[in-house]
C-alpha cells in the first residue's frame, strides 16, 4: 500500500424494531464501508413477532450491495419469511442492471437502486427494485425540510423525507444526520407501522 493512501471507512449501526402493540420485535444491524468512490452495504435483520410465546411471525434478511461512484453495480439479497426463503440477485452490465429474483429476469436501468433507507434519493419520482422480492415499482420521495428528534434522550437534527410507492401499498419516512445516516425510519404497510430506531 502506498505510504499516505487513505484508509476506508466504516459504520456499523444497530437499529431496534418496534411494531405496535407487540412492542419491540427484533434488530436490523447494518456495515457501510466507503473506499473511495466505492460503496459497501451490508445488512442483517432479525425480527421475531410472537404473543403469549406463540411465534406469529419471523423474518430473517441478509443482504449486500456494491455502488461504483453512486451506481449500484451488485446485489445480493435473501429474505427468509416464515421459513421460506427468497433469493434475489443483481448486477450491472452495460447500461443495464439485471435482477434476477424467483419471478424471473428483468433488465432495469443504470440508475436503479435498492429501497432500502440508506439509498432515499433527493425529492421526486424515480424506479427502485424492492430487495425481497425483486419487483421494480416507481416511488415518489418529497421532504427533506430539517427538523429535530431525540433519541435516547440525546438531540439530533435531521432532515426528514417521506417516500411512497407509486401504488400507494408502502410509504415510508426517514431521518437522516447531516452525515446522510437513518437515526430512524418507518415503514407503513398493510400490516401497521414498524420503527427502526438507531440506537447504536
Known amino acids: 500500500m ?22 419491540t420485535i427484533g434488530t436490523y444491524r447494518t456495515t457501510k464501508q466507503t473506499d473511495g ?4 452495504i451490508t445488512t442483517e435483520a432479525h425480527i421475531k413477532v410472537s404473543v403469549a410465546g406463540v411465534v406469529l411471525y419471523r423474518l430473517e434478511i441478509s443482504r449486500a450491495e456494491r455502488q461504483a461512484a453512486g451506481r449500484l453495480v451488485y446485489f445480493h439479497g435473501v429474505t427468509t419469511e ?9 448486477k ?6 439485471i435482477i434476477t429474483s424467483p419471478n424471473g429476469t428483468v433488465a432495469a436501468p443504470p440508475t436503479i437502486r435498492t429501497s432500502d433507507p440508506w439509498s432515499a434519493g433527493d425529492p421526486g419520482a424515480e424506479l427502485v427494485f424492492m430487495p425481497d422480492t425483486g419487483a421494480i415499482t416507481r416511488v415518489s420521495t418529497s421532504g427533506g425540510e430539517q ?8 438531540p439530533l437534527q435531521v432532515r426528514r423525507y417521506h417516500i411512497s410507492t407509486a401504488d400507494g401499498r408502502e410509504q415510508y419516512e426517514i431521518w437522516m444526520d447531516e452525515r446522510r445516516t437513518p ?17 447504536k
Open 82 to 90: 416464515n421459513g421460506n426463503a427468497t433469493e434475489v440477485n443483481g
Open 2 to 23: 502506498m505510504a499516505g493512501a487513505a484508509r476506508a471507512a466504516e459504520q456499523h449501526l444497530t437499529y431496534t424494531v418496534h411494531m405496535s402493540p407487540y412492542g
Open 92 to 97: 450491472a452490465a452495460g447500461d443495464r442492471f
Open 147 to 154: 427538523t429535530a428528534i431525540t433519541i435516547g434522550g440525546n
Open 183 to 199: 437515526v430512524m425510519f418507518n415503514i407503513v404497510d398493510h400490516d401497521g407501522t414498524t420503527t427502526f430506531t438507531m440506537v
Open 37 to 40: 468512490s466505492d460503496t459497501t
